[in-house]
Structure formats: structure tokens, C-alpha cells
């Protein structure tokens, strides 16, 4: 069984920056695809960015472009989502996730095999 552990959550002022890592359990981290999520009261869980097994290729949601990097460190076995120019409307619970089926990077949260239990971000205006 394979194990995510999200940390890096916080309170943070509009504006400013924070660092969500993802920590797996798995001597295969290399052979998935990883995707961060992220769920507001009231919503959805809706994708935010992925990266490619190769950590060649990624994909944002557009309200995160240009703000919000994806990357990964096989070695560590670990997937990182800095997040800067914070807004109020990124506040969320966020969760990493892992796919192991796919080559490609998917936005629907039903393609990923493995959730972490999520980590609060909260911006403030």
C-alpha cells in the first residue's frame, strides 16, 4: 500500500508564498504520475497542476498558471507545489495524488490510485 503524506499548509496573507510537499512511501515513486487537488468548502475537488512520471512534462489549471509550480525529486521521493501570489480564492484543503496506470498526466481526480490526507491552506485578505 502506498502512503502520501502532505505537509506545508499554513496561513498566509494575500500575496505571499508557501511550499506544499508530498512525501511517498513507495520504492516505485518514480513510475507515477503526481497531481495535486484541492477542495474548498462547498466545492469540488478540482485538479490543480500534475507532473509526469519523468518529471519532464506538467499541467496547470489556469487560475494557477504563472503562480503555482509543480516539481519532483525522485531521490526523496517527493512532489513539491510551490504556491506564490496567494489569493483568497486558493484557500483549500490541498491533496497530492498518485497515479499509477496512466503515462499521461489527467485532470479528473477518478484516474489517481492513491490520496494523501490533505493539508489546509488558508489566505487571508
Known amino acids: 500500500q502506498v502512503q502520501l503524506v502532505e505537509s506545508g499548509g499554513g496561513l498566509v496573507q494575500a500575496g505571499g508564498s508557501l511550499r506544499l510537499s508530498c512525501a511517498a512511501s513507495?520504492?516505485?515513486?518514480?513510475?507515477?504520475?503526481m497531481g495535486w487537488f484541492r477542495q474548498a468548502p462547498g466545492k469540488e475537488r478540482e485538479f490543480v497542476a500534475g507532473?509526469?512520471?519523468?518529471?519532464?512534462?506538467?499541467n496547470y489549471e489556469d487560475s494557477v498558471k504563472g503562480r503555482f509550480t509543480i516539481s519532483s525529486d525522485n531521490a526523496k521521493k517527493t512532489v513539491y507545489l510551490q504556491m506564490n501570489s496567494l489569493k483568497p480564492e486558493d484557500t483549500a484543503v490541498y491533496y497530492c495524488?498518485?497515479?499509477?496506470?496512466?503515462?499521461?498526466?489527467?485532470?479528473?481526480?477518478?484516474?489517481?490510485?492513491?490520496w494523501g490526507q490533505g493539508t489546509q491552506v488558508t489566505v487571508s485578505s
Open positions: 495524488a498518485g497515479d499509477f496506470t496512466r503515462a499521461s498526466i489527467s485532470r479528473s481526480a477518478r484516474a489517481y490510485d492513491y
Open positions: 513507495t520504492r516505485t515513486f518514480s513510475t507515477y504520475v
Open positions: 507532473i509526469s512520471r519523468s518529471g519532464g512534462s506538467t
